[in-house]
């Protein structure tokens, strides 16, 4: 059975105005157009708005408004969402290519139902959209809940969750939210297909990026929830030990 699955673009801005141009170009050249695109933003004093409304893009939903910060955002966005696929391309990242929905329906088995998860590869690109290098974690062959003890093997924006087993973002976390939800998404799941496809250009200035020591630390405090406090300390005494030899 061949599908065509819906997706659901969502995009949370706020004051995005200089970097949200790629975004939405790069959503508008898709050439399999079976999506929506969703505009989550926190009431930007820039013309992000303006700009998406005079993308080529069609906006299926845009809301405004004032938030709690980006996973408050995200979650309107699955709320309002009514696609099979949930995708969070945040603003400056941008699909790597033309094709990359049409390559990802492409590698969807044909069966009777559709995967839990698609994912695929992630590319750094710099302010000017350069290549910088591929993500230094690439994504497994095989994925599953467990695989994130090693890190968060697979970018958010190149990990789509069908809707229907997607969790609320948890608000407890300012950070890292999107590790806790991608592992409870994993753990709801029995499907996951491996794309082998590069699906997103990653901007190299994201909000984990920016707090990157209260990111790490919320980041250990997930993986001692889902895996266990002792593995975790364990785990991550290895990553120095590791990093200490690699000098």
Same mark, same amino acid.
């Given at each position: 059975?061949?599908?065509?699955?819906?997706?659901?673009?969502?995009?949370?801005?706020?004051?995005?105005?200089?970097?949200?141009?790629?975004?939405?170009?790069?959503?508008?050249?898709?050439?399999?157009?079976?999506?929506?695109?969703?505009?989550? &933003?926190?009431?930007?004093?820039? %013309?992000?708005? #303006? !700009?998406?409304?005079?993308?080529?893009? +069609?906006?299926? @939903? =845009?809301?405004?408004?004032?938030?709690?910060?980006?996973?408050?955002?995200?979650?309107?966005?699955?709320?309002?969402?009514?696609?099979?696929?949930?995708?969070?391309?945040?603003?400056? &990242?941008?699909?790597?290519?033309? %094709?990359?929905? #049409? !390559?990802?329906?492409?590698?969807?088995? +044909?069966?009777? @139902? =559709?995967?839990?998860?698609?994912?695929?590869?992630?590319?750094?690109?710099?302010?000017?959209?350069?290549?910088?290098?591929?993500?230094?974690?690439?994504?497994?062959?095989?994925?599953?809940?467990?695989?994130?003890?090693?890190?968060?093997?697979?970018?958010?924006?190149?990990?789509?969750?069908?809707?229907?087993?997607?969790?609320?973002?948890?608000?407890?976390?300012?950070?890292?939210?999107?590790?806790?939800?991608?592992?409870?998404?994993?753990?709801?799941?029995?499907?996951?297909?491996?794309?082998?496809?590069?699906?997103?250009?990653?901007?190299?200035?994201?909000?984990?990026?920016?707090?990157?020591?209260?990111?790490?630390?919320?980041?250990?405090?997930?993986?001692?929830?889902?895996?266990?406090?002792?593995?975790?300390?364990?785990?991550?005494?290895?990553?120095?030990?590791?990093?200490?030899?690699?000098?």
């Amino acid at each position: 059975m061949k599908h065509t699955p819906k997706f659901s673009i969502i995009t949370v801005t706020y004051n995005a105005a200089s970097v949200i141009e790629p975004t939405l170009r790069s959503i508008a050249a898709q050439t399999y157009r079976n999506f929506e695109f969703l505009l989550i &933003d926190g009431g930007s004093k820039d %013309d992000t708005v #303006e !700009k998406a409304r005079n993308s080529a893009v +069609e906006i299926a @939903t =845009l809301i405004s408004e004032r938030d709690k910060g980006l996973y408050d955002a995200m979650n309107k966005g699955i709320a309002h969402a009514t696609g099979d696929y949930l995708c969070f391309l945040n603003a400056g &990242d941008s699909f790597h290519a033309p %094709d990359v929905l #049409e !390559k990802m329906v492409a590698a969807i088995p +044909e069966q009777e @139902t =559709l995967p839990d998860i698609l994912y695929g590869e992630t590319a750094e690109v710099d302010d000017e959209r350069n290549f910088v290098r591929m993500r230094r974690l690439q994504a497994p062959e095989r994925l599953d809940w467990r695989s994130f003890r090693h890190g968060m093997l697979v970018c958010h924006q190149a990990f789509f969750a069908r809707r229907t087993l997607a969790p609320d973002y948890d608000l407890a976390y300012r950070f890292s939210a999107d590790v806790d939800w991608c592992i409870k998404v994993m753990k709801e799941s029995k499907d996951i297909v491996n794309t082998h496809i590069v699906i997103v250009d990653y901007l190299q200035n994201g909000l984990s990026l920016q707090n990157h020591r209260a990111s790490l630390i919320e980041r250990f405090r997930i993986m001692a929830k889902h895996y266990g406090l002792l593995p975790t300390l364990l785990r991550h005494a290895w990553f120095v030990v590791r990093a200490i030899i690699k000098r």
